[in-house]
């Protein structure tokens, strides 16, 4: 570069119309939202504008420039192009625009920095232009097409004149690249900076509306309206090109209906002012993912195979390229609605082979990773080995390649007349696994309607068993079971295997929602026995969840976490499966009070959610992170964490299954139980009875129970020796425990400590097998003093009392201040027993204890004889040991 400012002037005559803005509009009015964000410009150094083309920037940046102009500020207008990638170019038409704003001699100007070398000619024209901006009181610069000298040295110029000048000069840039202040290495913006985006700048429905009425447009319902809104997503480009069709005589209704992205003036404006630009590895990407609805690097990469994805992700996204995030942290993307159109059109030049392998691969991908909503709404091509084509293919094997390229999304206003009862079959069960009732009920439709002679045995039986699975979803589970045995018997002898899959898998779930958890865990293991070999992997580890869930409701916790361990190393791709039965064991560690993994395993819970999610799995996580919080004291984290879960249950009731739908209102009934705030125990049943749903067993099991908290003591008893009966029968060991250990302490509460020690015995006893011992801190201070009484009189065999110990030394059973005479009371200590046993849990021998309370050492024999009877011990040793572990000091 040369070394002097020469680079500053050039031969050529300043070009003047790069200094001046876009004329001023002659109908319509600025939009005053975006008047006001720009407005924030005042207190800002720098002001960063980007937006893809067509978000109107330049008008609105006109509209602003008028009003300053208009209330007497000084403002510059720059409008960059390709040209200004030549410095030389760049400074003398900049210059020109600086000196005409300020009213400076442009000629004597530009002199006198001719001859200066590079750095001081462009810190003195920071200087000039910072001194001009005090004088006039502040200077707006607004410079249009900063993306145009990205990577040029020009940027680097302009940049160090940025931030040589002083507060008084505003800087507005304005790009289609996504730029902050963080996208110049090697230079510090300032703080004082604000960043627009796209977002700010779209049209809201209210600006929409006005800005047809105020182009004359006449008949502008609702529906219409939010249809467009919807199409455009608040595109200004989308809506002028419906004002266009306006104009040209054709309704607005009609002209809103026919907007797409294949309209011929958008294929010019797509392809020239986005596709073009872009390098080929990023036209690859848009191509070969154009029927997804989101896109991430993990589906990027599992479709394209060994592609750096990342990089080319990455880059749409900074271009601006109506590629945008759908959340801030996701790292999942989608397309603008209308760009996503033309792409998906464009997409066609592929070859048919190309492109049913690219979307056969990441519709397993999508399957697989539990994107059940995705998968449903998006197109499903699957290789002969996936699951769910195999199960069409018993119905209709001769489904063409013609059909299969037809397949653009399960939408309902495409073109199906000519399809197969493949397609059919095949949209209906993706919708049954997203649990859209409404949508299964449209896509089986046809086929019911097809004429006898053109349903053959397979299509016939292939209706029967997703009719089992259409029961299991609206919670008809009773119906749902009969109907299985019916299509049992049909299949008998057949070699339908896909069908028996789903057949086994169907049945199994609706057995653990009736309540026949031993049952439904045979009918999982028959499951087991037909994918031994491997296939079906998305059901199997939905099948090894199911497994895994039961086995915990039945209170056998060590084969739970087993089996959840399993899924996670057998079904690794599986994130839904998997997450969810990490949240499942972090629920276990809760009821074990097991704290050394729970931590870790919250974390990976988190980091599998913060990937994808189906609504399933958020409501396991919410549960997973309440009960952890619970353990913890943090009662308000774990309110507010199930109150989440709660609406979500209600904006998504049209894809949730009915049975995941309780979950967070009974984990907060027994929340709010463990409060004991009864009220708002029972409000939490309250809502969801107003969603209108049905409960599985082993919820109508915990309402009762909630229930009983308002109900007379006589008849609270013998309502809960029937409910205790009721779980028992129907193996909910976990609710089983809790019952009977409340049946304990009503007895306990009235005296009847026999009656008492009997069941704590049997409550023990069930517990130490599994090692559940967080049910034991309900109504911890009570269950306290019955585990005390329990130790000192029943004599329990040597486990059962080395698992009371251990409960005894639990956190949630230490004593609180004022409490110490509950022990007394609860192993009927007098209270010079009560002295003598704690100065010898002091280390005191006999002699010294005598000596301490002022009485004869046979007194203190005596004293320690009776409470040698009364804790059932021999020794000296073992009574200290007991009365430390049972917390007397």
């Known amino acids: 570069m040369e070394s002097t400012a020469g680079h500053l002037t050039a031969n050529n005559i300043p070009i003047v119309a790069k200094s001046m803005p876009p004329a ?60 200004d990638r030549d410095s030389k170019c760049f400074w003398l038409n900049f210059h020109y625009a600086i000196c005409t704003a300020l009213g400076i001699d442009f000629v004597k100007s530009l002199g006198a920095v001719q001859s200066m070398a590079r750095n001081e000619a462009i810190l003195t024209m920071a200087n000039e232009m910072s001194l001009s901006a005090r004088k006039c009181g502040g200077l707006f610069i607004v410079i249009e097409g900063l993306d145009v000298i990205y990577g040029f040295e020009t940027l680097e110029e302009l940049l160090t004149l940025m931030l040589a000048l002083s507060g008084n000069v505003h800087i507005i840039l304005s790009s289609r690249v996504a730029f902050t202040k963080h996208s110049f290495p090697g230079f510090t913006i300032p703080d004082v900076s604000l960043s627009i985006d796209y977002s700010m700048l779209a049209l809201t429905k209210q600006e929409m509306l006005e800005y047809l009425l105020d182009a004359g447009v006449e008949q502008v319902e609702e529906p219409d309206l939010s249809l467009l809104h919807d199409k455009t997503q608040g595109w200004p480009a989308g809506t002028a090109i419906v004002m266009d069709s306006v104009d040209a005589g054709v309704s607005f209704k009609e002209a809103v209906a026919n907007l797409s992205g294949t309209d011929p003036r958008l294929n010019e404006f797509f392809e020239f002012e986005v596709f073009s630009g872009l390098s080929q590895e990023e036209k690859d990407l848009l191509l070969k993912t154009a029927s997804l609805g989101m896109i991430s690097a993990r589906v990027a990469g599992y479709t394209l195979g060994d592609v750096d994805v990342d990089t080319a992700i990455s880059s749409l996204h900074r271009r601006n390229a109506f590629f945008f995030p759908i959340d801030t942290n996701s790292g999942e993307y989608e397309l603008h609605p209308l760009f996503s159109q033309w792409v998906m059109k464009k997409a066609q030049i592929l070859s048919s082979h190309e492109q049913r392998l690219l979307n056969a691969r990441a519709s397993r991908w999508c399957l697989r990773n539990g994107l059940t909503t995705a998968a449903a709404k998006h197109k499903i091509l699957a290789s002969e080995r996936e699951d769910i084509f195999n199960l069409v293919r018993v119905a209709y094997p001769n489904m063409t390649t013609a059909e299969l390229m037809s397949i653009t999304m399960f939408r309902r206003n495409i073109d199906i007349k000519e399809l197969s009862p493949c397609f059919y079959l095949l949209a209906a069960w993706a919708y049954a696994y997203s649990a859209q009732l409404d949508e299964l009920d449209f896509w089986l439709k046809p086929l019911h309607e097809l004429p006898d002679e053109l349903v053959d045995e397979r299509l016939r039986l292939s209706l029967e068993v997703i009719k089992v699975k259409e029961l299991c979803l609206a919670s008809k589970f009773d119906d749902g079971i009969e109907k299985a045995h019916q299509v049992e018997s049909r299949l008998a002898g057949k070699d339908f295997i896909p069908l028996k899959v789903i057949l086994a898998n169907c049945r199994s779930e609706a057995l653990d929602q009736q309540g026949k958890i031993q049952e439904g865990l045979e009918r999982h293991l028959e499951f087991a026995s037909l994918t031994s070999d491997g296939s079906f992997p998305f059901l199997s580890s939905i099948n090894s969840y199911s497994m895994a869930f039961s086995y915990f409701e039945q209170g056998n916790l060590k084969h739970a976490a087993q089996m959840c361990r399993q899924i996670q190393t057998s079904y690794a791709p599986d994130y839904v499966t998997c997450g969810a039965a990490c949240s499942l064991e972090v629920l276990i560690d809760v009821l074990s009070n097991n704290n050394m993994e729970r931590e870790q395993r919250l974390a990976k819970a988190t980091s599998l959610i913060s990937k994808r999610s189906n609504v399933d799995m958020f409501l396991d996580w919410c549960t997973a992170r309440a009960w952890t919080y619970v353990s913890a004291g943090d009662i308000d984290k774990a309110d507010a964490i199930l109150r989440e879960g709660m609406s979500l249950v209600k904006m998504s009731l049209g894809f949730i299954p009915r049975m995941a739908a ?70 909910c060991n976990l609710i089983a425990q809790l019952l009977m250990l409340e049946v304990a302490l009503i007895y ?32 911890a201070r009570q269950v306290r003093s019955l585990l005390m009484v329990y130790l000192t009189t029943a004599k329990p065999n040597y486990k059962n009392r080395h698992f009371a110990q251990s409960l005894l030394r639990q956190d949630f059973m230490q004593l609180r201040e004022g409490e110490e005479d509950q022990l007394s009371q609860a192993v009927e200590l007098t209270s010079k027993e009560l002295e003598v046993i704690k100065l010898a849990l002091s280390g005191m021998d006999r002699k010294e204890i005598s000596q301490e309370l002022c009485i004869s050492e046979s007194t203190v024999k005596s004293h320690l004889s009776h409470m040698y009877r009364k804790f059932g011990v021999k020794r000296y040793s073992e009574l200290v040991a007991l009365a430390s572990e049972l917390g007397i000091s």
């Open 24 to 83: 001023q509009r002659l109908w319509g009015k600025p939009r005053e939202r975006i008047m006001h964000l720009l407005d924030r410009s005042r207190r800002q150094r720098f002001t960063f504008l980007n937006a893809p083309a067509g978000y109107g920037k330049t008008t609105a940046l006109a509209d602003w420039f008028y009003s300053l102009t208009n209330a007497g500020e000084k403002a510059a207008w720059f409008a960059i192009d390709r040209r």
């Open 748 to 779: 306990f509460e009235r005296g009847q400590r026999t009656r008492a020690v009997r069941e704590i015995d049997l409550c023990v006893s069930r517990a130490q097998e599994n090692d559940i011992v967080a049910i034991f801190g309900w109504k």
């Open 662 to 731: 309780v979950q967070p209102f009974q984990n907060h009934a027994m929340l709010m139980l463990l409060e004991g705030r009864v009220q708002e125990a029972l409000a939490s049943y309250r809502e969801f009875d107003m969603l209108g749903l049905a409960m599985t067993a082993q919820s109508r099991l915990v309402r009762e129970f909630v229930e009983l908290s308002i109900v007379d003591e006589e008849e609270r008893e013998k309502r809960l020796l029937a409910l205790l009966e009721t779980a028992d029968s129907h193996e």
